[in-house]
């Protein structure tokens, strides 16, 4: 074929030109104000009682049944009584949904945090921050400094003991799943295996039947247990936290969750006004002293 002529194919040039303009003009042209602002930013994803939650206007919290105090007051979580109730509470409102907008949800403890998607928007349940767990779920921020604490019937051998080696030799229990059972296995590493339960209730009973020697518990919850359910127990004393950083529970969220810094941010806040620590000594002020266990 012969090539066309010049001014043909300066003609075609000219017109290619000209819809490429006309169809430039007719698409959408990116927003400046979008441009500028960064990719998952706060502002955008965390506007007050609009987040993408489970139920759009609601704010799906869980946690386990039953709802030990002092985290709860009579195992009824949306009552709003008792530390982690309150905190949670106060959680939705920084994210701007009140009480009437929290819907409540039963979640077994070890299945808040296991890999999987989950049912609720975050969990509270006294579950501890750390690396192991951040493979399956996201934290927000910690909400509250923890020690673990040692549980036995007063006059027993268990109470007497004074250090974590006078532990060693004892038959010691705690809830499977928990850093309480961890503390066991890798700072106290007794000579017999411990004891793992499902249930908190049924380490209590193993402890008052006499098939242990000895619970371990989060230091609260041991003040509670010896005021009010196994009166008959004393707090052996606490364990020193291990390594720089504290302990901390933190509320779990969907690995990868659109929700975890607006909640971490909440939580942030809530440390800043002085709102935990406030919640923390109306909830939690026997928890201040027990003999360390070095």
Not at 5 to 20: C, E, G, H, N, Q
Not at 31 to 52: H, Q, R
Not at 80 to 105: H, I, M, P
Not at 145 to 168: H, M, N, P, W, Y
Request: glycine share 8%; hydrophobic share 40%.
């Amino acid at each position: 074929m012969h090539p066309a002529p010049r001014a043909l194919r300066r003609a075609v040039a000219v017109a290619t030109t000209a819809l490429l303009a006309t169809a430039l003009g007719c698409a959408p042209q990116p927003d400046e104000k979008a441009a500028d602002a960064p990719s998952g930013a706060a502002g955008n994803t965390c506007a007050k009682g609009k987040l993408a939650t489970k139920t759009s206007g609601k704010l799906t919290v869980a946690t386990d049944e039953p709802a030990y105090e002092p985290w709860f007051k009579d195992d009824k979580p949306a009552g709003g009584e008792g530390f982690e109730s309150a905190v949670a509470y106060a959680v939705a409102k920084q994210l701007g949904y009140d009480k009437s907008a929290v819907v409540w949800q039963s979640v077994p403890f070890n299945k808040a945090f296991a890999p999987g998607e989950k049912t609720f928007d975050f969990d509270i349940n006294q579950v501890s921050i750390s690396d192991e767990r951040k493979k399956a779920v996201d934290f927000s921020s910690g909400y509250y400094d923890v020690r673990q604490a040692v549980i036995a019937l007063k006059d027993s051998k268990g109470a007497r003991a004074k250090s974590v080696a006078d532990l060693k030799g004892l038959k010691l229990g705690a809830q499977v799943g928990t850093t309480s059972l961890d503390y066991i296995d890798d700072v106290v590493k007794p000579t017999q295996d411990a004891a793992a339960y499902a249930k908190n209730d049924q380490a209590k009973s193993a402890l008052k039947n006499g098939q242990v020697d000895a619970i371990v518990v989060d230091l609260p919850t041991a003040f509670y247990i010896t005021a009010a359910e196994v009166t008959d127990a004393t707090i052996v004393g606490q364990f020193e936290n291990q390594g720089g950083t504290p302990e901390q529970f933190g509320l779990v969220l969907d690995k990868g969750s659109a929700l975890t810094p607006c909640v971490t941010n909440a939580v942030d806040a809530l440390r800043e006004d002085g709102t935990l620590d406030r919640l923390e000594q109306q909830w939690l002020s026997d928890a201040v002293d027990a003999p360390v266990l070095k």
